[in-house]
Every structure is written in C-alpha cells, then in structure tokens.
C-alpha cells in the first residue's frame, strides 16, 4: 500500500511526494480510512509510529473538500511548545501546494507573539495546535472563531492528563461544538484516558500500534559534544576510512548547505539534497549517489523518508532528530537487505534532552563514544537537565495564511 491509495486531494499529494512518503506506517495504513468516514479513533501510539501524518493527511483533505469560510475547521491541542511547533513544521510541508493556514498557539512568548495569534484566531485560521493554557487565554477573550468546528484532535492524551491539564481539555471542550469528529492519541490506555474518551469521543474504533525498533545489525554509536566541534568531527571520521556511500541528515536548510560547503573544500565528493532544490535537480543528486558518483550526500531531515538506497555505510546524524520517529527512519537507511551499518549521532548540550527522550523510545542506551583528543573536552551528557531548561527562546512559528 502507498498514499496515493488513499485517494488525497492532488495538491497535498504534492506535499507528500515532496516530501519523500510512500509507504504509511502501521498507525496511518489504519487510522486513515477511519478518519477519512468521519468516525471517531481512541489510538494508542507512540511517538515514533507516524501518528502525526496519520491525523494531519486525512484532516487536511477533509478542510480542502469543505466549504471555504473565515472559522476554525481543526483544532489539535498538545501538552508541550515543542510538540505544537513540531506538528505544525509537519503541517506546513504536507500543505506547502495546498490553500490551508495554521498557527501554532503556545505560552512563553512576548505581546507580539499573541497579537499574531489572536489576529489568526480571529480570523479563523484553519487548523490550531496549542497548548491547554494559551488557548484558554484566547478562548476566555470571546473572538476565537469555532462555531463551525469540524475536527478536534488530542495528541499526547495521556502525557496531559499527567501533567494535570483534565479540567483545561475539558473547559476548551465547553466552547466547541458538540457535533465534530474526536481523534484521540496516546501512548499508554490507563483507565482515566479510557474515562476521557468516554466523556469526549463518540463510539470510536480503537486501535494499537507498538513503535518499530532499528534493525539490530545497525550500530548506533553517539558523541557528546559542543556545536562547534560537529563539522571538525565529521571531517575526521570521513577522512579516517574509505566510505562507500554516506548519507550525513541535517535538521535545516542553512545547515545542510554550510556543512556540504565545508566538506567540498576538502575536496571530498559530496553533494546536497534539501527543498531549495527542484523536483529535477533532487532527482539527480540521488541518480548520482545511487550510481556512486559522489559517496556523501548531505540532506535536510524532512527528506529522510524519500531516500530509498541500498548498501550505504554509514549515517551521520550531523543534528539529533525531533523524535523518535525521525531518529529511525534516519537510521532505517543503513543496514538493509541483511547488511550491516553504522549510525553515528552528534550531540551538542541543548540537544540533550531530545536525544535521551530517544533513548527512552528505544528502551536502551546508545553508546558514547569519546571524542579525538585534539578536538578539545566535551561537555558531561546529562539529558534530563536538558530537557528541563530546553528551548527558552521564543522559535514562534509564524502564521501562514494563504488563502
């Protein structure tokens, strides 16, 4: 099965070969077609498992099949500002071709970052992601157009009734509508997401998905280290052996292209693979390192999924991945058809945190290997307290309204 048996609108198709899916995980080849009849889904998932793709894709389609008006149509609520930014980067790729606006509503930003999501509440962006507390600040104000809500989604379900966010799901439930479409995930089915499901969904179809694990004949090898000593580090383990076929993942643009320039210069074969690039250019890139042209491709993390190749040696993780979901897929790409391979992963001190929730997905620790000496002292891996005081800046995610 593929998404195109899914029968999506021809412009989130576009989004989605864009951005290199073909086949659906478990989680979307079940969820979908339920969610595509209009039913409700209580889904126990990980992160890790597609879950996301597997409510946006249908969602979207639906908001592109229906009357075009200034409200809300989908509202996904989410326990954390990094989940909220996370889906709505996820958001803006599958509806790049497509008319669809959203914005991310989350607390710890400044005035400017309100009035911005005000004006969009007002004027009925078509999907929401926000966090319980910011948006019953905007609820509470009266103007957050949701009369002719369509879809509400609870992601993480379990994770914010930990964190104690009942009693604020429940007050957000009071402004919707009460006829709409609930799709509810979570990790775990303790008895009190079952209570919430009962009080929120309408006979839903329950499903179960357990997270795929890396094949074992990958060698997944970590190093704590500081920003600046990556590209340096990179450059000694390119030039320690003779590699057939590398594929290094960055999580930007900018970084992709910085990092493919500073390899250039040692004149190592590399080319680079990110949205910058056309259909054409993106197809010829991967022709060339499929036929080993050049040995080293550099690639923007949202491609990771599109790169289908055999025999490669190595992956460099040259930023940690958002999720677990990520962090597989990357690694997916090295050891297949019974080989083995190696993926290396690089992280700085604020990436901490993220790696560790990896860990945790997996079930173990991922070795740490220690740095060459010339390349200076590392900082101590202790991702807990970086998960802690992770991301104070203010990375709001802009408001995008194309229609």
Same mark, same amino acid.
């Given at each position: 099965m593929n998404f195109k048996d899914f029968n999506f609108n021809s412009e989130l198709v576009k989004g989605i070969e864009s951005i290199g899916f073909e086949k659906p995980t478990p989680i979307q080849e079940k969820a979908i077609p339920i969610i595509m009849q209009g039913e409700d889904i209580i889904a126990s998932a990980q992160t890790g498992t597609g879950k996301t793709a597997a409510f946006l894709l249908p969602v979207i389609h639906k908001i592109i099949s229906s009357k075009k008006d200034d409200h809300i149509k989908a509202l996904i609520i989410v326990p954390t500002r990094e989940?909220?930014?996370?889906? !709505?980067q996820q958001l803006e790729g599958f509806s790049y071709f497509t008319s669809i606006s959203s914005i991310a509503v989350y607390g710890g930003g400044d005035g400017t970052s309100f009035s911005m999501e005000k004006k969009a509440l007002t004027e009925g962006a078509d999907i929401i992601i926000g966090t319980p507390g910011r948006m019953i600040a905007h609820l509470n104000m009266g103007y957050v157009k949701v009369k002719e809500l369509e879809f509400l989604i609870l992601d993480e379900a379990d994770r914010m009734l930990d964190m104690g966010f009942h009693e604020d799901i429940m007050k957000i439930i009071g402004y919707l509508p009460k #006829? @709409?479409?609930? $799709?509810?995930?979570?990790?775990?089915?303790?008895?009190?997401?079952?209570?919430?499901?009962?009080? #929120?969904?309408? &006979?839903?179809? %329950?499903?179960?998905?357990?997270?795929?694990?890396p094949v074992e004949k990958v060698l997944q090898v970590a190093y704590v280290l500081y920003e600046q000593q990556k590209t340096p580090l990179v450059n000694h383990l390119l030039s320690s052996k003779? $590699? @057939?076929? #590398?594929?290094?993942?960055?999580?930007?643009?900018?970084?992709?292209?910085?990092?493919?320039? %500073? $390899?250039?210069? $040692?004149?190592?074969?590399v080319d680079e693979i990110h949205s910058d690039l056309d259909q054409k250019s993106r197809e010829k890139v991967l022709l060339d390192f499929r036929n080993r042209k050049t040995n080293i491709l550099v690639a923007t993390d949202i491609l990771s999924r599109g790169i289908d190749i055999e025999d490669? !040696?190595?992956?460099? &993780?040259?930023? #940690?991945?958002?999720?677990? %979901? !990520?962090? *597989?897929? @990357? *690694?997916g790409r090295t050891a297949r058809a019974e080989a083995e391979g190696i993926a290396i992963t690089l992280i700085n001190e604020k990436e901490q945190g993220k790696f560790g929730s990896i860990e945790r997905l997996l079930g173990k620790t991922v070795t740490k290997a220690m740095l060459p000496k010339q390349l200076g002292s590392t900082p101590v891996y202790n991702p807990q307290k970086s998960s802690y005081r992770s991301n104070k800046r203010n990375n709001f995610r802009r408001y995008k309204n194309r229609k």
């Open positions: 989940l909220a930014m996370q889906i !709505d #006829v @709409r479409q609930n $799709l509810l995930f979570a990790a775990t089915m303790p008895y009190k997401i079952k209570d919430l499901a009962r009080k #929120v969904l309408n &006979n839903p179809k %329950e499903i179960n998905i357990a997270l795929s694990k003779h $590699l @057939r076929s #590398v594929i290094i993942f960055c999580s930007t643009k900018s970084s992709t292209k910085q990092l493919a320039k %500073e $390899l250039k210069k $040692l004149r190592l074969s490669i !040696d190595l992956i460099i &993780n040259f930023d #940690v991945p958002h999720d677990g %979901e !990520d962090y *597989i897929h @990357r *690694i």
